[in-house]
Structure formats: C-alpha cells, structure tokens
C-alpha cells in the first residue's frame, strides 16, 4: 500500500491541483428546465458551475417546427451565466440546446425543453 | 485589432494544438456522461485515476475466508483516443481458525482504443487488451498467479437520450457492457493439479443519471447534492468455456447495486456486492471508491494527451 500512497502523492506534487477548472456543466435556467411558463419569457438564462469561453459557448432556442427564437448574441455575465434573448414566444414547447467551453478548453453540451402557455 | 479578436485569436491557436477529443477526456459523449463505474470499466480512454478502490467479501469456502481488497488504478491518454491503464491490488483473506493469506495480485494493465464517441447517439465503443501479468503478485501466498492472462476486450456505452419526449422520464437511463475472452498464458497448474480455464468475461451496467435528469429532462428542485447521483446496478460474470477437464463449467458472478456521486473533480461510488451463486461466494459484501479525474484536476499537464494531433477547434453544433 505504501506504493499506492506514494504514487498519488508524488502525482499530486508534481502536477499541482488547478482547483478552479472543470467541465461546465448546467447548473440551473430560467425558464427552468422541463418547466412550464404561463407568460412567454423575453430572454433565457443558463447558469454554468464553471467559467465560460465566451467566443466558443453558444446556446440556440428552437420552437417546435425547428425555427430559431432566440435574437441577439448570447451574452457571458457574472456568475458564469449566460443570456440570449427570445423573440414573442406564442404558446408552444421549444427548445433549448447549448454548448459551453469552459477555460480550460474542455467542451460541454446539453438540451432541454420548456413550455410557454397551458399545457 | 481589439482586446476580444486577440483574445479569440489566441484561444483558437491554443485549441488548435490540442486534439479534438481532449475537450471530451472523461467519458462525456454528447450531452451524456459516462461515470467511471466500480466493478466494470466505463467505455472510454480518459486520464483517470481511482484511489482507492477497497471491498469486502466473504469468501465461497466452508466455512468463509474474509476478503479484503484495496487497490488503485491509473488510466493515462497516449493520444486523444489511445489509453493505458495499470493497476494493482492488495487482497488480504482470513479463514476463521486459520491461516492469513496476504499480498500483492499480478499488475494489471489495458491497452485501450476509443473506436467510436457517437453524441447525437450517446454511443460510445472501445476496443482493447487487458493483460493480467505473470508471477509479478504475491505467488507464494497463493494470491498472485505465476501465469499471465490475456483479454481481447470490447466496451459500450449507450444513454437512452434520444428515447421521445413521451418517455422522458426514461431519457436519463445508459447502458454500458464489456466482454472479453481470457486467454491464460499456462494451461496446467502443476502445484494446484488443475486445468487453467478459458473464460468469457461479461458485464454491464445499468444507470439512472439524476444529473442528465435534471440538465436535460426535468428541473425538480431538488437540494444540489441529489443533481450529482446516479443510482446503478453493475453485474459481472464469468465462464469457463475451455481447457477446463473435470472442473465446473458453472458461471460465477456478482450483482453490484449502489449509487455514485459525480462531482467536478471526483467521484465518489459505494456499492453492495451480491454473489449470484454459492461458487461465487458466501454472503453480501461492500464496495467503495474514490475516483478523481486527472483532466479536470490537471488540464495542463498530466490531463492532456502524451502526443496530441494538431487538429483545429471542434465546430460548434449550431451558429450563434
């Protein structure tokens, strides 16, 4: 076992603990994923656990016969977040998909769906 | 030129000079992740390392030895799609009234090629060869073998993402299986009087990500921790399919339920060991692992790839 701990501890010490990177993964948005919304929202918002490569993270919002909704470039604030803005949504499901690139260069992707309107 | 274009310039010339699938190191295919599973090994050449890996497990002798395993194991990238792994483990047996075996197993090492990272499809496939190596455990206290083994093997991996929204609430579940065909070095052990079998190793896994549930599916509310679990069951099993006279052709394996933690940096997996026969073994054991991934801990050095293609950045999927 003394191998084992030695090892991992050597590892540790040579390479150093870049605590601050990782994947980006979706934390939460808004309208929340899976929800249902009774008035159409005027922008989206996707919070990420990482910071993001603004030039190389992207989102796109889709109604259901595939046309795009949102308007404008996303936009990387504070907090790791980032908005686009939606055209006048009429009831309707649509979607969501994004890409984020955090700062270390790994890549990340996801979709989901949200509702405007009674279901 | 403004602060933004050089800063974008420079990214690009950064990116560039890695290869495509680094972005993807640990086992991410689309919008699925892959965790690394305990029992089995997760469909993808990653930098990885679990430490440790411990179980408990009473043994199938009458009456039962008491098994301890601790082990760790290093999966490193050569190339974006090329991996070796090594490990090795300690075991510890003792027989009620009697002796203590202790020591070393034979080192371990996998030679692994990512065939295919299918996102749309949430496939991945893996080819490799395991090598378990001869006479390099504790022999003479009957825990290591003196003889190598080689395993051809293949691993899957499949996230149902793509299953209609009417069956969303499935969406979150993946499959993963890996087969192998072990080839022992020796095909007589002198000192046992016995036969030393080909085998078919085969196992799988199945998953409920609540992490893909709650990204992709469904926003429930839930308190944060319960976003990174992902509840499993794993099963092995093992056959002897030749070179086997006079012994059992029986199958011998195990059902793993348990759950897995996933965070940004390492994971964290506890599982409950179920023999599926009284040949595989005696009673209910345990097992649990830390697993830290390398490519998120170290992404400038041991996270990247040995030898790196220079390709350029990945497209983005859509414009924007």
Same mark, same amino acid.
């Given at each position: 076992?003394?191998?084992?701990?030695?090892?991992?501890?050597?590892?540790?010490?040579?390479?150093?603990?870049?605590?601050?990177?990782?994947?980006?993964?979706?934390?939460?948005?808004?309208?929340?994923?899976?929800?249902?919304?009774?008035?159409?929202?005027?922008?989206?918002?996707?919070?990420?656990?990482?910071?993001?490569?603004?030039?190389?993270?992207?989102?796109?919002?889709?109604?259901?016969?595939?046309?795009?909704?949102?308007?404008?470039?996303?936009?990387?604030?504070?907090?790791?977040?980032?908005?686009?803005?939606?055209?006048?949504?009429?009831?309707?499901?649509?979607?969501?998909?994004?890409?984020?690139?955090?700062?270390?260069? %790994?890549?990340?992707?996801?979709?989901?769906?949200? %509702?405007?309107?009674?279901? | 030129?403004?602060?933004?274009?050089?800063?974008?310039?420079?990214?690009?010339?950064?990116?560039?000079?890695?290869?495509?699938?680094?972005?993807?190191?640990?086992?991410?295919?689309?919008?699925?992740?892959?965790?690394?599973?305990?029992?089995?090994?997760?469909?993808?050449?990653?930098?990885?390392?679990?430490?440790?890996?411990?179980?408990?497990?009473?043994?199938?002798?009458?009456?039962?030895?008491?098994?301890?395993?601790?082990?760790?194991?290093?999966?490193?990238?050569?190339?974006?799609?090329?991996?070796?792994? !090594?490990?090795?483990?300690?075991?510890?047996?003792?027989?009620?009234?009697?002796?203590?075996?202790?020591?070393?197993?034979?080192?371990?090492?996998?030679?692994?090629?990512?065939?295919?990272?299918?996102?749309?499809?949430?496939?991945?496939?893996?080819?490799?060869?395991?090598?378990?190596?001869?006479?390099?455990?504790?022999?003479?206290?009957?825990?290591?073998?003196?003889?190598?083994?080689?395993?051809?093997?293949?691993?899957?991996?499949?996230?149902?993402?793509?299953?209609?929204?009417?069956?969303?609430?499935?969406?979150?579940?993946?499959?993963?299986?890996?087969?192998?065909?072990?080839?022992?070095?020796?095909?007589?052990?002198?000192?046992? #009087?016995?036969?030393?079998?080909?085998?078919?190793?085969?196992?799988?896994?199945?998953?409920?990500?609540?992490?893909?549930?709650?990204?992709?599916? !469904?926003?429930?509310?839930?308190?944060?921790?319960?976003? %990174?679990? !992902?509840?499993?069951?794993?099963?092995?099993?093992?056959?002897?399919?030749?070179?086997?006279?006079?012994?059992?052709?029986?199958?011998?394996?195990?059902?793993?339920?348990?759950?897995?933690?996933?965070?940004?940096?390492?994971?964290? #997996?506890?599982?409950?060991? !179920?023999?599926?026969?009284?040949?595989?073994?005696?009673?209910?054991?345990?097992?649990?692992?830390?697993?830290?991934?390398?490519?998120?801990?170290?992404?400038?050095?041991?996270?990247?790839?040995?030898?790196?293609?220079?390709?350029?950045?990945?497209?983005?999927?859509?414009?924007?």
């Amino acid at each position: 076992m003394r191998r084992l701990v030695a090892a991992s501890s050597a590892l540790f010490l040579l390479f150093g603990f870049d605590a601050a990177w990782a994947h980006a993964f979706l934390d939460h948005a808004e309208p929340r994923v899976g929800s249902s919304v009774a008035a159409a929202p005027r922008q989206l918002s996707l919070w990420f656990t990482q910071d993001l490569e603004p030039a190389f993270s992207t989102v796109e919002v889709q109604n259901s016969a595939g046309a795009r909704v949102d308007q404008g470039k996303p936009r990387i604030g504070p907090a790791n977040v980032m908005r686009v803005g939606l055209k006048p949504l009429p009831p309707g499901t649509y979607r969501v998909l994004w890409h984020a690139l955090s700062v270390d260069t %790994h890549t990340t992707e996801g979709s989901f769906s949200f %509702h405007v309107g009674s279901h | 030129m403004s602060c933004t274009v050089l800063r974008v310039a420079a990214l690009a010339i950064v990116l560039a000079g890695l290869p495509v699938s680094n972005a993807l190191a640990h086992c991410f295919v689309g919008a699925r992740f892959f965790p690394a599973t305990l029992a089995t090994d997760d469909p993808c050449v990653a930098d990885e390392m679990s430490l440790p890996t411990v179980d408990y497990l009473p043994t199938p002798d009458t009456p039962p030895g008491k098994q301890v395993d601790i082990g760790a194991e290093v999966s490193k990238r050569i190339t974006a799609d090329f991996g070796v792994s !090594i490990a090795e483990t300690w075991t510890q047996i003792r027989f009620p009234g009697g002796p203590t075996l202790a020591g070393f197993n034979n080192l371990e090492t996998s030679f692994q090629y990512q065939l295919l990272k299918d996102a749309p499809h949430q496939l991945a496939l893996m080819v490799g060869l395991n090598v378990e190596w001869g006479g390099t455990g504790a022999t003479n206290a009957g825990i290591g073998d003196s003889f190598s083994t080689l395993s051809p093997t293949l691993w899957v991996g499949w996230g149902f993402g793509e299953l209609p929204d009417q069956l969303s609430w499935a969406q979150p579940f993946a499959v993963t299986a890996e087969a192998s065909y072990d080839v022992p070095t020796s095909s007589f052990d002198l000192a046992a #009087g016995a036969f030393i079998p080909q085998t078919v190793s085969w196992s799988g896994s199945l998953q409920y990500s609540l992490a893909y549930l709650h990204a992709n599916v !469904i926003d429930l509310g839930l308190p944060d921790f319960f976003n %990174h679990l !992902i509840p499993l069951v794993e099963a092995t099993f093992q056959t002897p399919v030749a070179n086997n006279f006079g012994n059992s052709y029986v199958t011998t394996g195990f059902v793993y339920p348990g759950v897995i933690w996933v965070g940004s940096y390492f994971q964290v #997996g506890l599982e409950a060991i !179920i023999p599926i026969n009284k040949e595989s073994g005696s009673g209910i054991g345990v097992l649990g692992q830390l697993h830290l991934y390398l490519d998120d801990m170290f992404p400038n050095t041991f996270g990247q790839p040995l030898i790196g293609a220079r390709t350029p950045p990945a497209k983005l999927p859509f414009g924007g």
